[in-house]
Nanobody, 124 residues
Framework: QVPLVESGGGLVQAGGSLRLSCAASGRTFGSYAMGWFRQAPGKEREFVAVVSRSDGRTSYTNSVKGRFTISRDNSKSTVYLQMNSLQPEDTAVYYC?????????????????WGQGTQVTVSS
C-alpha cells in the first residue's frame, strides 16, 4: 500500500489559482509514476496529468494544457498540481494516484493506489 493524502483544494473565483499537494508515505515513492485525476458530479473520473518516476516527463489532458503544471519532489515524497486560470468547468474532486506502470500512464486501471480526494470549486 502507498497511502496518499491530498491537500490544497478550496473555493476560488474564475481566473484564480490553486496548488494541490499529495503526500505519500513509505520509501518507494520514486518507484511510481504519479497522476492527478478529477471527477465532477455525475461524470466519470478523468485523467488530468501525470509525471514520470524520476526524469520529470509530464503529460496532460488537452483541456488543462498551458494552465496546469504537475511536478514532484521525490525527497519529500510529494506530487503537486499547480492550477492557474481556473474555470468553472474545472470544478471537481481531484485525486492523486500512484502507478507502477512504465512511461506516462493515463488510464485509471493502471493506478493501484489512490488518495481520498480534495474538492476544488471554481465560481464564475
Amino acid at each position: 500500500q502507498v497511502p496518499l493524502v491530498e491537500s490544497g483544494g478550496g473555493l476560488v473565483q474564475a481566473g484564480g489559482s490553486l496548488r494541490l499537494s499529495c503526500a505519500a508515505s513509505g520509501r518507494t515513492f520514486g518507484s511510481y509514476a504519479m497522476g492527478w485525476f478529477r471527477q465532477a458530479p455525475g461524470k466519470e473520473r478523468e485523467f488530468v496529468a501525470v509525471v514520470s518516476r524520476s526524469d520529470g516527463r509530464t503529460s496532460y489532458t488537452n483541456s488543462v494544457k498551458g494552465r496546469f503544471t504537475i511536478s514532484r519532489d521525490n525527497s519529500k515524497s510529494t506530487v503537486y498540481l499547480q492550477m492557474n486560470s481556473l474555470q468553472p468547468e474545472d470544478t471537481a474532486v481531484y485525486y492523486c494516484a500512484a502507478s507502477l506502470g512504465l512511461g506516462l500512464p493515463s488510464r485509471r486501471d493502471y493506478y493501484a493506489h489512490w488518495g481520498q480526494g480534495t474538492q476544488v470549486t471554481v465560481s464564475s
